[in-house]
């Protein structure tokens, strides 16, 4: 997989998901950077480090728009929980094997690149997608009830 530029096509429409997605396209993008180079293992522990933050803070923001949703079909929203389950546990996984892999790195950031890059591809720009068209229709119509209930008058 070669490295991969932010696209238009990538946004899902909600702002706070789209700056989150485009960050974890930047680290795989490091990531794709740092197989060609001499890696620390201060370097691959920031990296995991930071996954762990991801997993925490974008599923958070798209588990709390899932959860608070109306528009979502209760079968979607058990499908991304589960998706994100996988993720959050394959990141233990490597975070589990971050010091016993430090001896085989390339390896060990060719697993995580991969696995990252599949997750983009069949994660962020299907079922997220997908997610976040039922979240903008929830969006829309809160829009147009806090319209609704704007007093009239001053034009
Ligand atoms: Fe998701």
Same mark, same amino acid.
């Given at each position: 997989?070669?490295?991969?530029?932010?696209?238009?096509?990538?946004?899902?429409? =909600? &702002?706070?998901?789209?700056?989150?997605?485009?960050?974890? @396209?930047?680290?795989?993008?490091?990531?794709? @950077?740092?197989?060609?180079?001499?890696?620390?293992? $201060?370097?691959?522990?920031?990296?995991?480090?930071?996954?762990? $933050?991801?997993?925490?803070?974008?599923?958070?923001?798209? $588990?709390?728009?899932?959860?608070?949703?109306?528009?979502? &079909? $209760?079968?979607?929203?058990?499908?991304?929980?589960?998706?994100?389950?996988?993720?959050?546990?394959? =990141?233990?996984?490597?975070?589990?094997? @971050?010091?016993?892999?430090?001896? /085989?790195?390339?390896?060990? @950031?060719? +697993? =995580?690149?991969?696995? %990252?890059?599949?997750?983009?591809? +069949?994660?962020?720009?299907? =079922? +997220?997608?997908?997610?976040?068209?039922?979240?903008?229709? +929830?969006?829309?119509?809160?829009?147009?009830?806090?319209?609704?209930? %704007? &007093?009239?008058? /001053?034009?």
């Amino acid at each position: 997989m070669a490295f991969i530029k932010w696209q238009d096509e990538f946004l899902v429409g =909600i &702002p706070k998901v789209d700056e989150q997605h485009r960050k974890l @396209l930047e680290t795989i993008n490091d990531l794709h @950077l740092l197989l060609h180079t001499r890696v620390s293992p $201060e370097k691959l522990k920031d990296i995991v480090f930071f996954l762990n $933050e991801y997993v925490v803070e974008h599923f958070g923001t798209e $588990e709390a728009l899932m959860k608070a949703s109306t528009a979502l &079909p $209760e079968k979607l929203r058990e499908r991304h929980f589960r998706e994100h389950r996988f993720f959050v546990d394959k =990141i233990q996984e490597f975070t589990g094997t @971050l010091e016993t892999e430090s001896a /085989n790195k390339k390896g060990y @950031l060719l +697993d =995580i690149f991969e696995f %990252l890059g599949h997750w983009f591809a +069949d994660h962020i720009l299907k =079922i +997220d997608k997908e997610t976040a068209a039922y979240l903008r229709q +929830d969006r829309e119509l809160r829009n147009k009830n806090e319209e609704e209930s %704007l &007093p009239h008058g /001053n034009g």
